[in-house]
């Protein structure tokens, strides 16, 4: 089945047609590095990753490229805060988010260009511009102009004049309209600087992005991906840039992550209430922060809670557990091949549904589904009076290949607390009065993978560590 992509360009689903066959070019945004990274900054991490794990998965070569700001305000603050130089404190943040996507199962990029590495490109873009009519110097600044690009405002779906009614010129600037964005900032004394046409300065925030995607995947790409906040101005200024330079289609699909919110009010740093990505590491499994990013389709903003976040738990230990089952049961299987084309019929059929819901804008959520219903399916298997090894390795198989396509290992990098282990018992026990003893069973498979050995005693379960 052929790939749909939302695309944020022409707001509807389109086929998915790379420009060269069997290869992807793909450009995500990466952190301004100032600080540790929020589990917002965190989403489109693991969102993009999947989107490059699936793209793989069906058998393409993805050029992946996820750039680091690393010299602007927020950095050049920091530093003079914590008195250091920009330099130490870019470093320090981009082995920090390097740490932090990397345990959430984040594959290392194709490139991750910094701005400070791509300084010759971005003088030689803005010149271009410069010389082209697109922009101007002003008194050491440089300044875009969006009137002279002809569409701008078709990624954000605006007109001209709605942007210019809510534009203002800051103190400080010298630009002639309200509308214009700076390439080029004049160096402010004691500030880190580059020498350039225009004087020494740095670069403005947009043009960045513009010739770091051209340098490593060319004038057009494939994919261009990042979070909503980013449609206006970033993005949009990004595709005047570059296609007023290059005088042609910046990216052919753009694609956008919606927000978190927190206890169902936006995360937000004036709110105090963004969670660090780091912190959540602490307590959590990376794969249920994984999972739970996942469970929601990308475009729709996700809630946050402790709540939500122990009911993706809950709801991968089941997934788990079904695999572990089927580890089981291979000891006490045998060759033979009744009923097996059947279930492996079936073990297909979830497969296609898996990759169908993937192939319709990487649909995350359905696919989840897809894979709870494969493992119930392998509960029924494993309720037959007779099973096959080969099934059992198919449906194993299956389950493990399908996670991994989403970022997610079968086995947890999480060690039980001792109030998770006694909690599990207690439901152990209620579902056993219960004569729920399917769950009873698979809350006592899930701690033996745990290596948990229970022993029931005259005064109750007594537990340890195998």
Not at 35 to 59: M, Q, W
Not at 262 to 284: A, C, Y
Not at 307 to 325: F, G, I, M, P
Request: charged share 30%; glycine share 6%.
């Amino acid at each position: 089945m052929t790939i749909t992509i939302y695309n944020t360009l022409t707001r509807d689903k389109q086929e998915f047609k790379p420009i060269e066959e069997g290869k992807v070019r793909m450009y995500v945004c990466g952190p301004t590095v100032y600080n540790y990274i929020h589990i917002g900054n965190a989403r489109p991490a693991i969102v993009f990753d999947t989107v490059r794990r699936y793209l793989e998965y069906k058998g393409y070569e993805v050029s992946y490229v996820l750039n680091f700001t690393d010299v602007d305000d927020k950095i050049i603050k920091t530093a003079n805060e914590l008195g250091e130089n920009v330099f130490d404190v870019s470093n320090r943040f981009i082995d920090a988010y390097m740490e932090d996507v990397s345990t959430l199962g984040v594959k290392k990029a194709t490139y991750n260009p910094r701005v400070t590495d791509t300084m010759e490109d971005i003088i030689q873009f803005i010149d271009d511009l410069v010389k082209k009519g697109f922009a101007y110097e002003a008194d050491g600044d440089v300044y875009f102009k969006p009137r002279a690009f002809e569409n701008y405002g078709k990624l954000s779906h605006q007109s001209i004049d709605e942007l210019r009614s809510g534009a203002r010129i800051q103190i400080g600037e010298k630009k002639d309209d309200p509308l214009d964005f700076a390439l080029w900032k004049g160096a402010k004394e004691g500030e880190i600087a580059w020498d350039s046409p225009w004087g020494k300065g740095r670069p403005g925030w947009h043009i960045e992005c513009s010739a770091m995607a051209k340098r490593y995947l060319g004038e057009t790409i494939d994919i261009h991906a990042g979070g909503q906040d980013l449609t206006f101005p970033h993005h949009e200024n990004e595709i005047a840039q570059s296609e007023a330079n290059n005088g042609k289609t910046f990216a052919n699909y753009w694609m956008h992550n919606g927000y978190i919110n927190i206890n169902n009010e936006k995360m937000s740093k004036s709110l105090g209430n963004f969670v660090l990505t780091r912190d959540l590491l602490k307590q959590h499994d990376p794969n249920v922060i994984r999972f739970f990013m996942l469970s929601v389709h990308y475009r729709h903003p996700i809630n946050f809670s402790e709540e939500l976040l122990e009911s993706a738990k809950s709801s991968l230990e089941r997934v788990r557990t079904a695999y572990h089952n089927l580890e089981h049961r291979k000891a006490s299987s045998t060759n033979l091949e009744h009923d097996t084309n059947e279930w492996l019929a079936k073990v297909d059929t979830l497969k296609k549904q898996f990759e169908a819901e993937m192939d319709d804008d990487f649909n995350t959520a359905n696919a989840i589904s897809v894979l709870f219903d494969l493992t119930k399916e392998a509960n029924v298997y494993l309720n037959s009076a007779h099973t096959a090894e080969a099934v059992i390795t198919v449906f194993q198989d299956t389950i493990k290949s399908l996670l991994e396509t989403l970022g997610i290992t079968i086995e947890s990098n999480e060690a039980l607390l001792d109030e998770d282990i006694e909690r599990l018992i207690e439901e152990r026990n209620q579902a056993r009065k219960e004569r729920n003893f399917a769950r009873a069973d698979e809350i006592r498979d899930l701690l033996k993978a745990k290596n948990i050995i229970l022993e029931d005693t005259p005064q109750g379960v007594r537990w340890k560590r195998g």
